[in-house]
């Protein structure tokens, strides 16, 4: 399973330029976990300069929470010139299902820009594949969640689904799973605190953005790498804060602590992942 | 004073999904705040999408901070909506009386959408009281606040001017008031180092909207009690940040770590509300 | 050296408001570094709104990273009114070189505004000098830092671009300077974890803002005290992240937290500033 913990090292001796365009929720998040993982954040949303910032950047991230008019054409400008440069584009359909605007914004992007991967929770995943879905909000509805009961079922779902979009698929919540049409990577690191802040699966999806500028010729292994590495961090960072007797407030600063201070062997060695 | 502590409660239990419009200042300390109480946030600002998200949501918060044409066209329609489907509305006139954009724009708002609960400093409410005002900045100005001495008054107007604008009206600085055309709740929780922060108005005001999201028959009790619940957070707060030797970046931390750790008989324990 | 440490009690004895129109990604954090040195911040960048706003402040900072059309105007028209208001413009032209939007929109504001203080990393600056320039993404191009060894060379180039610009020229990295056209401070306070964290830079810019409003007749000796205090705050939130164990997530806390305990007498101790 080397390769995994080399993937966090390849992000910080390469320190990959991401650009990001992305909500202004968690754009802080964001950005932070990217220096903290070793890459470089650059967030540029005008259509007037996404062309000339994806050029020097490695990777490109497009999250579609808080979107709007201005944004949606340059996150298709910005897709379009990645995909001529052959950098990884990585897609985070924030509450796709939520509303109309979200829905088919992510199915446009989905179709015109072909992702490299799709991050996102069940539910917005689910959208993704049928073109409509149960979604609550920018949470995962609860009918949908990935359990053990289901897990064969939905690691099948997932491979189709990646086999039909041509794109990784990275779903995350209670048991995560990374795939591609061929195999499933089961990851079962995290800790329920995550979904008490705003922003780790926006986190997640800029972090995963940086695994795969550092390693664009294995995206799977990539993503599945900087899965692991979140729950992790949240893993580590829930120890810290009930040590210290804190609440979500501590809990997103030491989250951000764990990130920066992680290393391959720290990786390695708390990272819970099964191939399927 | 039971039924404070249970709005809380209610809150944790029902899990609302709280749409906010709201500025890109404070934005992620609102959504931390929201999941901080057990409440679900969803921001989305965009004309094309606010009827939809609303429609999903328990409640709306309109916040004016960094408002632009874009936004302030989204929130009239978001209002709209969320009239029409007897969700509560709160308005946070931030920066009333500061610009003319902002005052015309928080006297439009108070006028086309009737807003249920009207969260305020006391420059801000001024403002809307007389359409114009002593605004300095985006804080309240000096001359305007609430003391022991001139309470009796304040309460008097602020119960006048919630009968005239139909409103819960909830005014905060270091005496708080809650009222409505009969009663007033006059809430003495609450710590200066909230005012050193940037947010804390903002994650009061989004606060208020999940209690009132979860106790809809009660809007002047719910939000006296998330103005009580955010004053207690930012004493604990306070406290905590003393024992450690920290300052405001950890205050801010903390402020949110107790609004996560906050429960129904701790909060009981705390609040200083006297009705009037 | 009393005067630097004086600068620091006038932001606290004044508390001016400081306008801010500045990116998404870090306005958070400029906000609470304001408050956090004793000023008042109000974001606003609404064409709308800009002219008003400004005019009950005491000074600007315009910052270029996530720029839009919407807000370049918003720029032109809130500087021209600074200027017509004699009210000091600080600039941060974050990014510039690294799109076409981003250093002509620079060199437009330099042009038509003609800002106070410039401050920068030396590639940003070096772009706005030659109208070209190595930038790397958001970051400094290694390859024109500041060095012990170019370091006169450094000073006299920028004496010489505070004169060729009418500006006081502050270029932060590794070591520091801030120039005008007849003398340098060459400042050796800072930390390099201040480069892994989001903000440091955006942070700098809103703290020089506040201490050239509240010292409007010593421009560039508020901007060195300003430069002097962030560096001296970096290394104070490194030695308490150190003691705690903590990473990159912490240190934004502490940093904030230094500067909100920072006073005259401790920026006095700590800070290492030269005057070539």
Redesign the interface.
């Known amino acids: 399973m080397n390769r995994f913990e080399e993937m966090l090292d390849n992000v910080r001796a390469s320190q990959p330029?991401v650009h990001c365009i992305t909500?202004?929720?968690?754009?802080?998040?964001c950005?932070?976990i990217l220096?903290?993982c070793g890459a470089?954040?650059?967030?540029?949303?005008?259509e007037?300069?996404v062309e000339?910032?994806i050029s020097?950047?490695s990777a490109l991230d497009i999250n579609i929470?808080?979107?709007?008019?201005?944004t949606v054409s340059s996150m298709l400008k910005a897709g379009a010139k990645a995909r001529s440069l052959d950098r990884p584009v990585i897609l985070d359909p924030v509450?796709a299902g939520?509303?109309?605007?979200?829905t088919s914004t992510a199915i446009r992007l989905v179709s015109e820009i072909a992702p490299d991967v799709i991050r996102g929770n069940i539910s917005e995943i689910k959208t993704l594949a049928d073109g409509c879905g149960n979604t609550?909000?920018?949470?995962a509805d609860i009918r949908d969640s990935i359990s053990e009961e289901n897990l064969a079922e939905s690691v099948d779902f997932m491979k189709s689904l990646s086999g039909k979009l041509n794109a990784v698929i990275a779903v995350t919540g209670a048991i995560d799973i990374v795939a591609d049409n061929e195999k499933a990577y089961v990851i079962r690191n995290g800790h329920q605190m995550l979904s008490?802040?705003?922003?780790s699966g926006c986190m997640l999806s800029a972090l995963t953005t940086a695994f795969c500028a550092a390693n664009p010729a294995s995206l799977a292994e990539a993503s599945a790498a900087a899965v692991a590495m979140m729950g992790l961090c949240g893993e580590l960072a829930h120890e810290k804060t009930l040590e210290c007797g804190?609440?979500?407030?501590?809990f997103?600063?030491?989250?951000?602590?764990?990130?920066?201070?992680m290393d391959g062997s720290k990786l390695e060695g708390g990272m819970k992942i099964e191939i399927r």
């Open positions: 330029l909500n202004y929720v968690t754009v802080n998040d950005a932070n220096l903290a470089s954040p650059i967030m540029a949303d005008d007037a300069e000339d910032i020097i950047c929470g808080t979107l709007n008019g201005r509450g939520a509303s109309q605007l979200r609550n909000g920018v949470d008490r802040i705003t922003g804190g609440g979500t407030g501590s997103r600063a030491y989250l951000i602590d764990e990130a920066s201070l």
